[in-house]
């Protein structure tokens, strides 16, 4: 009895099986378009091409395949109009491809090796090194140049041996947030402009009890961008420099030696919050959040985030505190996200077309809006009318400041940062007797990656 | 007296289980619970077990995008087909390794064992070249074949270990009475190693379901992609949807539950008639 | 005698035969691969330059020589050897405890299903979830306060001291059921006679699991130990998103320095090299498993 039930629900099984794989069998990789056409009234009609470049080809009919992970982090449906936008100008359609951001590295690496990578993608500094030596990104200033393009309204190109690869479409400035509500209950009223009087004020905030701690700062070696974002914000802010000549230069780098001592003191001091060796961006940003920390070096991207998890937090920005004495400009982390075009791209003269029409001053300056960042193009003007006034503080900040990140564009930057990171582990613990030698040791292992 | 020491045993018994229950349960409960919290309480200190602000959003944020659904619809239609085929090809070929003996057999042996040994990662950019030149990418068929591949050798060893457990007797006797070696495997010692398969078959699923790395490499457009590539999709660069993962998960295992419950009767005492005895 | 011969040939190849499909899938989608690693690992430039340099061993002798991998060793030997022997128990502990004749069916059932429930969830969710239950300012510790177990927040994940051992736990709490569920239907499969005649000898229980239980399900567990090893070796993704191999290499493990190799550091013949390493060491468990199935027949 039991033998026949099972062969029964066994058979049933399988025709079931095999009826829905046949449905399906010639839906496999099937573009879908069901769930992106939140387009608004599409001008079909005018397929008239407004961009400027000389390209003989119409591009009608062809499709390129844009990888990002953009679109999340973007309203529902933005990127998809922006895209249909730009289809309906040229005939060139896009499709909107996306993976988790945490991945994206090991996808695009993955795709060149095996030619499945998209024809644009999106990326970030810190792999462009990497992929153009590589030869998996293509040369954009020469497209540029076929193109007719002028690349003096970009703020900023990443480049290879002398050519662009990559260009950032908009960039995250990472200013220090302060949870003023932190700061008002421990009797202090005005934020601290330089590094003593961080530590004296770091000192008053913390409290063990209350679980508050002044700083975060998060160094989990899975993703190391900590040490760019969180460490290096402080060198950079005081005017220091982690390279020389595009070469490392750690040691005999006085700004370098003092940045480290300071970190030092804060972790000594039992100033930052516990977890720093597992604490990703994220795990910071939720600490926050939730009151429990004071000061923290965070994309301005977060904003809003933010508010909605703390809406009663009286949240202020500042610049990242000097070191004593220093009275020249001060340097802001950016972040970006950057674009490139596949060197397997077949389209390419359409590519550049794409890129350069999110580049162009209109759309460049929506998406910088969307994404709350700034924009790429110095001709953009974003309309932050409807934004936060803290985000007009940030951007007043922002552009008091100028903007660097020596990260974007050193040979395996993630690799780098992760040794850093390992380095500055060992000597916050102890391991390693002092700056100097915690410095000198990273700046072996540097050198080595630079050959 | 007897009785006396029964109840010691059971309450023990009882003891053990419900700790048992919470060391394997409370994580989950957890996550439960999470799934219910605006994100931002999901770190609070204290931390709250059911939230004030307790609310349905992250599972309807699921249920509303029909993207995020096709990534169940896919997961379950991969493992279903993954599972069937596993099992079938699998017990063809532990019938072989369990009822002969023929030249060769140590070397495929351990080989068919030793292949699980590459860590994925090394293999995972070879692997897809090898499929896209065989214009699988992006397809149904990338999936389940590539999972075939990851379970097979599980079931093989795990049936040939079942089988090898029930006598040679029970096919013999179907022989005698002039029956092939293929109607002895299907009638006879498959019905009797269900229990065996059930469990073979359970993992098989789970592993189709829960895979990420060649799911997320072997796909390129959500329409084809499964589960947990949905659920990491989630994280951004700048904003993890904490609630939304756990809901997601929480979601993403309720058709393996529902296969667990539906077929684990089959573990149940009562399958020991296929036991000769001696 | 041209039909004994073909009937000969048939009854040799039948084993073949029903071995036909597996070769050809495994051996066709995954010689060809793994050939193409092994391949990779004799040479330098792979990949990602056009012009690979053979260089022998070379790439091997480094990795020997790497002061992290070793350390990598180090880990995974403790995390595989913990991991496997606490699976080992808590299956068959809860196997049996699930197979009691002391409860009813119903409560059996419920059970069986809280005790499976871990192994439902893909191996990132897992690692999220247990990094935000171990947080300092998580739930576990906070529980610990409560029970005045302790008095500090313990990093969990984030100290040298801990962070192996909690990763080990997670992987022991995600990955029991595999034996438990196997073990169980192992346990069906032992005839009550056995059971019943040796109570009639007088044999308790203890002296019945023993001698009866243990030895009846050796061919599983044997099995299932040396599946588990294997696949042990090969965790990435919950080592990944816990710890990253951190807090410096306190949970560096070989499947994350060869990411690391491969993903970070662009050296994908060193990442073939040493995935041959782990390639070759699991080969010589199998060939030992083989040779102990063969011995057993």
Same mark, same amino acid.
């Given at each position: 009895m039991k033998l026949k039930t099972i062969l029964k629900k066994g058979i049933s099984v399988l025709a079931a099986g095999s009826m829905i794989f046949a449905l399906t069998a010639c839906g496999g990789g099937s573009s879908s378009d069901e769930t992106s056409d939140e387009s608004t009234g599409t001008d079909s009609a005018d397929t008239e091409s407004t961009s400027t470049d000389d390209s003989g080809g119409s591009g009608e009919g062809v499709t390129l395949e844009f990888q990002q992970w953009w679109g999340v982090e973007l309203p529902e449906g933005f990127l998809d109009e922006i895209c249909q936008d730009f289809t309906d100008e040229t005939g060139i359609n896009i499709e909107l491809l996306s993976n988790p951001y945490a991945d994206t590295k090991t996808q695009i690496a993955a795709g060149a090796a095996s030619g499945t990578m998209a024809d644009v993608v999106g990326l970030d500094g810190s792999w462009v090194y990497d992929f153009a030596k590589q030869g998996s990104?293509? +040369?954009l200033t020469e497209l540029m140049e076929t193109s007719g393009y002028d690349d003096s309204q970009l703020s900023d190109q990443v480049q290879f041996e002398g050519n662009t690869y990559m260009i950032p479409v908009v960039n995250f400035a990472y200013p220090m947030y302060v949870n003023m509500d932190i700061l008002n209950e421990a009797g202090v009223t005005e934020v601290p402009k330089t590094r003593s009087e961080f530590l004296e004020v770091a000192k008053k905030v913390t409290n063990p009890d209350e679980n508050v701690s002044a700083f975060a700062i998060p160094l989990s070696t899975e993703s190391p961008s900590g040490i760019q974002n969180n460490f290096m914000s402080w060198l950079w802010a005081s005017g220091g420099s982690m390279l020389k000549d595009g070469q490392p230069n750690l040691t005999d780098n006085e700004d370098m030696t003092a940045t480290v001592d300071f970190i030092k003191q804060l972790y000594d001091e039992n100033l930052m919050i516990a977890g720093t060796y597992a604490m990703e961006e994220a795990d910071m940003v939720e600490e926050f959040t939730n009151g429990r920390v004071a000061f923290m070096i965070d994309s301005l991207a977060h904003l809003l985030t933010i508010q909605e998890g703390a809406p009663d937090m009286n949240i202020a920005f500042m610049k990242v505190p000097v070191q004593d004495g220093y009275t020249g400009e001060s340097g802001m982390d950016v972040a970006n996200w950057g674009i490139g075009i596949a060197? +397997?791209?077949?389209y390419k003269e359409e590519a550049i077309q794409f890129v350069e029409y999110l580049m162009s001053p209109e759309v460049n300056a929506k998406l910088a809006v969307a994404a709350n960042a700034f924009p790429g193009n110095v001709n953009a003007e974003p309309d932050y009318a409807d934004a936060d006034q803290l985000f007009m503080d940030a951007y007043e900040l922002f552009q008091e400041s100028y903007a660097i990140n020596e990260f974007t564009g050193l040979p395996t930057s993630e690799e780098l940062m992760r040794s850093f990171d390992e380095q500055l582990q060992l000597y916050l613990d102890g391991d390693t007797a002092s700056a100097e030698d915690m410095l000198s040791e990273t700046q072996t292992i540097w050198e080595e990656a630079f050959q | 007296m007897a009785g006396k020491k029964k109840w010691y045993i059971k309450l023990f018994i009882i003891v053990a289980l419900v700790m048992g229950a919470l060391f394997a349960a409370f994580p989950v409960l957890w996550m439960l619970l999470s799934s219910f919290k605006p994100n931002a309480e999901i770190f609070a200190w204290p931390p709250t077990w059911i939230s004030e602000n307790f609310s349905f959003d992250a599972y309807a944020a699921i249920f509303t995008n029909p993207e995020q659904v096709r990534f169940f619809l896919n997961s379950y239609f991969v493992a279903m087909v993954v599972v069937v085929l596993s099992l079938v090809v699998g017990i063809l070929a532990s019938y072989s390794f369990s009822r002969f003996n023929f030249p060769g057999k140590s070397l495929i042996n351990t080989l068919i064992v030793s292949?699980?040994?590459?860590?994925p990662i090394t293999l995972l950019i070879p692997y897809l070249s090898l499929i896209v030149t065989l214009k699988? !990418?992006?397809? !149904?068929w990338a999936l389940i074949l590539t999972y075939l591949l990851f379970t097979l050798p599980y079931a093989i060893l795990m049936i040939t270990g079942y089988l090898n457990t029930l006598p040679k007797d029970l096919d013999e006797a179907v022989m005698i009475d002039g029956g092939s070696r293929w109607q002895a495997l299907w009638r006879v010692l498959v019905p009797t190693a269900v229990p065996g398969l059930v469990s073979v078959g359970m993992y098989t699923f789970m592993q189709a379901w829960n895979e990420y790395l060649f799911a997320l490499a072997l796909t390129k457009t959500n329409d084809m992609r499964t589960v947990p590539v949905g659920i990491n999709l989630l994280m951004g660069q700048h904003a993890y949807e904490w609630n939304q993962m756990m809901a997601m998960s929480v979601l993403g295992s309720l058709p393996v539950l529902l296969l667990f419950l539906f077929f684990q009767r089959y573990f149940i005492a009562g399958m020991t008639a296929g036991a000769v005895k001696n | 005698m041209r039909a004994k011969k073909v009937s000969n040939f048939k009854k040799k190849s039948t084993p073949y035969l029903y071995l036909l499909p597996t070769i050809i899938l495994m051996f066709l989608l995954l010689i060809i691969p793994i050939g193409m690693v092994v391949g990779y690992? *004799? *040479? &330098?430039?792979?990949?990602?330059? &056009?012009n690979p340099k053979f260089v022998g061993l070379q790439n091997y002798i480094e990795i020997l020589q790497d002061k992290t991998f070793l350390i990598a060793v180090k880990n995974t030997l403790y995390f595989v050897g913990v991991s496997v022997a606490a699976h080992l128990l808590l299956g068959v502990a809860f196997a049996m405890l699930l197979n009691t004749?002391?409860?009813?069916t119903k409560t059996k059932a419920l059970f069986r299903v809280l005790y499976v429930l871990p192994w439902m969830f893909t191996a990132s969710v897992i690692a999220i979830l247990w990094k935000m239950m171990l947080n300092p300012s998580g739930i576990v510790n906070y529980l610990l306060e409560v029970l005045r177990l302790s008095g500090n927040q313990i990093e969990w994940l984030g100290s040298r001291q801990f962070a192996l051992l909690s990763v080990t736990f997670i992987n022991i709490w995600s990955g029991y059921p595999f034996y438990m569920i196997s073990i169980l239907a192992g346990l069906q499969g032992i005839s009550t006679d056995l059971y019943e005649a040796s109570s009639l000898d007088g044999a308790n229980s203890i002296q019945q699991f023993f001698r009866i239980t243990i030895p009846q399900l050796k061919p599983i567990l044997i099995s299932l130990i040396m599946l588990d090893f294997v696949w042990t070796i090969q965790q990435f993704a919950l080592i990944w998103m816990t710890t990253g191999g951190g807090p410096i290499n306190a949970t560096e493990m070989l499947s994350t320095y060869i990411y690391k190799q491969g993903f970070s550091k662009y050296q994908y013949s060193m990442a073939s090299a040493s995935a041959c390493i782990v390639l070759v060491v699991c080969t010589i468990i199998a060939v030992f498993y083989v040779r102990h199935q063969k011995a057993r027949d």
């Open positions: 990104i293509a +040369n060197e +397997n791209c077949e | 292949v699980q040994a590459v860590p699988l !990418y992006n397809t !149904y | 690992s *004799f *040479f &330098d430039n792979v990949i990602i330059n &056009d004749r002391y409860l009813g």
